[in-house]
T-cell receptor, first 115, second 111 residues
Framework: KAGVTQTPRYLIKTRGQQVTLSCSPI?????VSWYQQTPGQGLQFLFE???????NKGNFPGRFSGRQFSNSRSEMNVSTLELGDSALYLC??????????????FGPGTRLTVL | KQEVTQIPAALSVPEGENLVLNCSFT??????LQWFRQDPGKGLTSLLL?????REQTSGRLNASLDKSSGRSTLYIAASQPGDSATYLC??????????FGAGTRLFVKA
């Protein structure tokens, strides 16, 4: 069974631009969560989607948004990029999504650098 | 507000040594706790998942315990190897489909 895939793996943008990252969960998984990882703040929860609905979100500005498609693939978008948005963005998928008891599986991440 | 702390922040041990990594959390109302391993610049690899009703889980040389009442979990690594060198993260599922991570313990196993 293929794991979680994220594209692109690396991205370089300049301040003020916007970016879209993609995540394909493990086949059959319907819950997708996004995280931002930086050396200073560690891993921080961005948002979680299940069946195209956002069920929870972390404390990030509105420039960070996401969506999930009917095939469970998810995208996150960051608009008006700032230098501080440089980070490793990780996506995780988990099983049925109907309970909080499921194991999370992570993708390799997208390394975003903002110049 | 749930907070997760991992001690120590970094650890260096000789090959073959048994070691314990610690994770503490402030709110005992958790659904599960998961231990991950992260190699530099890579994603997270799931090691063990402990449900709130369980006390421990084992996988090979790894054993994780959970004491909800005291807000603690430990990851025991037996007979450490250089390939175990990585950052180990614990993550607490607080319900509401949100997971809180600790800052991690960076482990270096010397050959």
């Amino acid at each position: 069974k293929a794991g979680v895939t994220q594209t692109p793996r690396y991205l370089i943008k300049t301040r003020g631009q916007q970016v879209t990252l993609s995540c394909s969960p493990i086949s059959g998984h319907r819950s997708v969560s996004w995280y931002q990882q930086t050396p200073g703040q560690g891993l921080q929860f961005l948002f979680e989607y299940f069946s195209e609905t956002q069920r929870n979100k972390g404390n990030f500005p509105g420039r960070f948004s996401g969506r999930q498609f009917s095939n469970s693939r998810s995208e996150m978008n960051v608009s008006t990029l700032e230098l501080g948005d440089s980070a490793l963005y990780l996506c995780a998928s988990s099983g049925t999504g109907t309970s909080s008891y499921n194991e999370q599986f992570f993708g390799p991440g997208t390394r975003l650098t903002v110049l | 507000k749930q907070e997760v702390t991992q001690i120590p922040a970094a650890l260096s041990v000789p090959e073959g040594e048994n070691l314990v990594l610690n994770c503490s959390f402030t709110d005992s109302a958790i659904y599960n706790l998961q231990w991950f391993r992260q190699d530099p610049g890579k994603g997270l690899t799931s090691l063990l998942l402990i449900q709130s009703s369980q006390r421990e889980q084992t996988s090979g040389r790894l054993n994780a315990s959970l004491d909800k009442s005291s807000g603690r979990s430990t990851l025991y690594i037996a007979a450490s190897q250089p390939g175990d060198s990585a950052t180990y993260l614990c993550a607490v599922n607080t319900g509401g489909f949100k997971t809180i991570f600790g800052a991690g313990t960076r482990l270096f196993v010397k050959a």
